[in-house]
Each structure stands twice: as structure tokens, then as C-alpha cells.
């Protein structure tokens, strides 16, 4: 939708750019290959040339040493919200203006796109728009507003408050029970201008589920929401963390799997046979399990059940790749800390994925999952000029994903020797 229509096109000569880059990263390859100039016309890349070539007419910008990569694009995210959020206290437009800051930490960090997989109230929707008419700095958002679920799920926000004080919340406010309802709530968000659909189709980790998680939706009501979403271009991503909620969301058409904690054998097949992707999202376990004390501070038994999130994501995350299951990067940054999405990195490598793989799944993978390969994903001439660096060999050690020195979007750079560029 709006998040990739094309700028007004460059004027005539407008000045081209000369990225000169130590090294890049070839992401359909899965390559780290040497010295390159990245030509940059306007919005997009014009070519790429091995070597250090001097453009006639283009701005030469000197990345040394550098590795580029292509814009990182980050699967999973939550631009609006933070972990001390306080939605009871705080109102929409508390997350709204602190939005603003995550999408400009989101872009320092290099991740140039993001598919933002639920909001409070539309605020992102608000974002992406203010983001793409330039008023302010931040990634591509492709977002899913509100997520869908059920009544006492994870989108229901009224869950656990006193009684007098639930609501009975409806399709309008992402909550579906049957088919008709579930179909209804994808059409609000639609009216909503959302590009993406995200769905809660098993309990959290929170809940101290049998065997850690149970579904939360229904085969007909995924299966509503698929093929409505299906019908209006909007790709679905189902929250589910148990085998069973996986089985009856690859078999209701969602596109990805988010979390899949507990995925087994089975649900890895199944995913495969469909073609479904999995977004680990391993950081937010690792920051649950780092906070263990303080937030499962109800009783010693909570406290120790979450200190075993991270692990049990990462084990999780391992099973699905060696099993051979598609993988896209997703760190569920807003419970990772904004701008630090590219821990997940680490955590994907640590879980068994080749430092090459883990590059590629918030690259080409992403791109996929986006259905934006088109436009996003490689350096490649013709594809948005979305281009960061960093310094040294990622696939040596993928902890420099962490430390990215410049960044590209759309041609403009918004950081360039490790420092952010004023005046964007
Ligand atoms: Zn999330």
C-alpha cells in the first residue's frame, strides 16, 4: 500500500550517489563478496558495480572497509509500544508520540522496513502515513493495527481487570468469535488502511497453560480471517506458540507462524508442506527471562517458569530451521528494546542458523514474507535504495549487526559515520 508508493520521480539528472563499499553482502547468495560501488539514482538503486568505480556526476560517499547489506527488515516488531507501558493509564496518544522516537531508533539501528504486528489503537497506521509523507524519520511500515482474536485472548485488552471495568469488545475492536465475526474484524481493518493482518491464535507464555500454551481460535475462524484478508491483498501472521494452535493456523492459510515456541515435529512438516513461514522472535523471551525477578514478582513459580522463555524460543527456533521450516527475521521489538533489534541476530546464530541464513532471513526471507521482493531485500539495480553498513565480516561475527554506521532509505542517508544525519 502506501508504504511503497514510489516518491515523485527524480528530476531529470537529478545527481546520482556512489556508495563505495568495502565489502557487500549478496543476499540471494548468501555471499560476502568484495569491494562494490552502489550507484543510487533518486529512490532507487541504478546498478552495482565490483569494484571501486568512479561515477562521472555521482556524490561519492566512502563506506572504507564497510560491509553493505541490504536494508534490514525487521518482521516483527511493535513501533507503538514499550515494556513499562501502561495501558490503563496511559492514553493512545502517549504511544503515538512515543512511536515517533522508536521508528526514528527503529532506522538508526538499519532496519529500513518493519511488518509492525500490533498496536493499541491504529497508531502506527497513523505512523506509517506521517513516515511516508516525510514528516518524520522512520522505516517502511507495513502494519497490522490492531490484532484479531478472541474473547479472553491475547488481543482482548480487558482480560484480568475487575469486572465492572471489562468491556465486551467486538469485531471493531479486533475481537472475533465464529467465522462472521472474524470476517467482519479483517474488514474493519481494511477500513482501517492496515497493510497486514495479525491474529492471536494461542494463549501467551503468561498464561500457565497446560503444556505452555492452548489455542485460542478456532479451524473456521483463522480460516475466516485468511480468506478475507486474502481477498483485500493483506497477508496474516498468527501469534501461536503450541503445535496445535500452529497446525490449525498453517491449515486456516495464515503466511507466518509468530513465536511457534513449542513447535514439534508435526507442525515443522505441516509448515513446510504449506509453505509457511516462522518468525522465532527469540529476543523477547531473552528479555522476559533477563526480567524474570521483577515482572514474575506474583509468586517464585512464575519467576522461575520465565526465566525459561528465552531458552525455550531459542530451542524452538533451532527445531523449526534444522527441520528445515522457512525462516524470517522478527525480534518482537517493543518487548526487545527499540534499536536493538539486530540481538536477534545472535540469538538465531547461537540457535543453530549459519551467520549467512540469519542475514538473509531479515532480507530476502522478509521480502518474501512481505510479498515486496520486488522492491526490497537485495542490492540490486531497480530495488528501493535501502543500504546499510557495517563494519567487518557479519558472517565472522554476526554481534556487528549491532554496531551499523550507515544507513540508507530511499536514496536519502539518515546516518553516515556511525552518527545520525541532522535534518532528516
Ligand atoms: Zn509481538
Redesign the pocket.
Known amino acids: 500500500m502506501a508504504a511503497t508508493a514510489p516518491d515523485p520521480a527524480p528530476a531529470p539528472g537529478a545527481a546520482a550517489l556512489a556508495l563505495h563499499c568495502g565489502h557487500w553482502f549478496d543476499a540471494k547468495a548468501g555471499q560476502r563478496l568484495g569491494a562494490a560501488t552502489v550507484v543510487v539514482q533518486g529512490e532507487r538503486i541504478r546498478e552495482i558495480k565490483p569494484g571501486r568505480i568512479e561515477v562521472p556526476g555521482a556524490t561519492a560517499i566512502d563506506l572504507g572497509d564497510a560491509t553493505c547489506l541490504p536494508g534490514l527488515i525487521d518482521a516483527?516488531t511493535?513501533l507503538s509500544l514499550t515494556t513499562d507501558a501502561d495501558p490503563l493509564r496511559w492514553n493512545l496518544a502517549d504511544f503515538a508520540v512515543r512511536s515517533v522516537v522508536h521508528a526514528q531508533r527503529t532506522l538508526q539501528a538499519g532496519f529500513t522496513t518493519v511488518r509492525d504486528?500490533?498496536d493499541i489503537n491504529n497508531e502506527t497506521v497513523a505512523l506509517r502515513n506521517a513516515v511516508d509523507a516525510g514528516i518524520v524519520p522512520g522505516p517502511r511500515i507495513f502494519t497490522a493495527g490492531r490484532p484479531i482474536g478472541s474473547t479472553g485472548g491475547h488481543a482482548d485488552w480487558s482480560v484480568g481487570l475487575r469486572a465492572d471495568l471489562q468491556r465486551d469488545l467486538g469485531p471493531n475492536n479486533g475481537i472475533a468469535n465464529g467465522p462472521d465475526e472474524a470476517m467482519k474484524a479483517v474488514r474493519q481493518h481494511y477500513k482501517d488502511g492496515v497493510d497486514t493482518i495479525k491474529i492471536m491464535a494461542s494463549s501467551s507464555l503468561f498464561e500457565d497453560q497446560p503444556g505452555g500454551a492452548i489455542p485460542h481460535m478456532t479451524l473456521a475462524e483463522i480460516k475466516a480471517v485468511a480468506d478475507t484478508a486474502r481477498e483485500y491483498g493483506l497477508t496474516v501472521g498468527a501469534?501461536a506458540h503450541d503445535p496445535e494452535s500452529i497446525r490449525r493456523a498453517v491449515l486456516g492459510g495464515v503466511d507466518s507462524i509468530?513465536h511457534g515456541t513449542f513447535i514439534d515435529a508435526a507442525s515443522a512438516e505441516l509448515m513446510k508442506l504449506h509453505g509457511t513461514w516462522f518468525v522465532p522472535?527469540i529476543c523477547?523471551g531473552k528479555i522476559v527471562a533477563e526480567n524474570a525477578d521483577e515482572w514474575g514478582s506474583e509468586s517464585p513459580q512464575e519467576a522461575a517458569r520465565m526465566r525459561t522463555f528465552g531458552n525455550l524460543m531459542q530451542a524452538g527456533a533451532g527445531r523449526a530451521y534444522k527441520a528445515g521450516v522457512k525462516v524470517a527475521f522478527g525480534s518482537?521489538e517493543?518487548?526487545c528494546p527499540h534499536g536493538e533489534n539486530a540481538r536477534e541476530f545472535v540469538y538465531m546464530v547461537e540457535a543453530g542458523m549459519p551467520p549467512a541464513y540469519a542475514l538473509q532471513a531479515a532480507t530476502t526471507h522478509a521480502a518474501e514474507l512481505l510479498k515486496k521482493s520486488a522492491d526490497l531485500g537485495t542490492l540490486e539495480a531497480g530495488k528501493f535504495a535501502d543500504v546499510v553498513a557495517v563494519p567487518g565480516d557479519p558472517l565472522q561475527d554476526i554481534a556487528t549487526m549491532r554496531k551499523v554506521v550507515f544507513v540508507m532509505k530511499g536514496g536519502r542517508v539518515y546516518r553516515q559515520d556511525d552518527r545520525p544525519v541532522a535534518a532528516n
Open positions: 516483527h511493535h504486528m500490533s501469534h509468530e522472535t523477547v518482537d517493543g518487548a
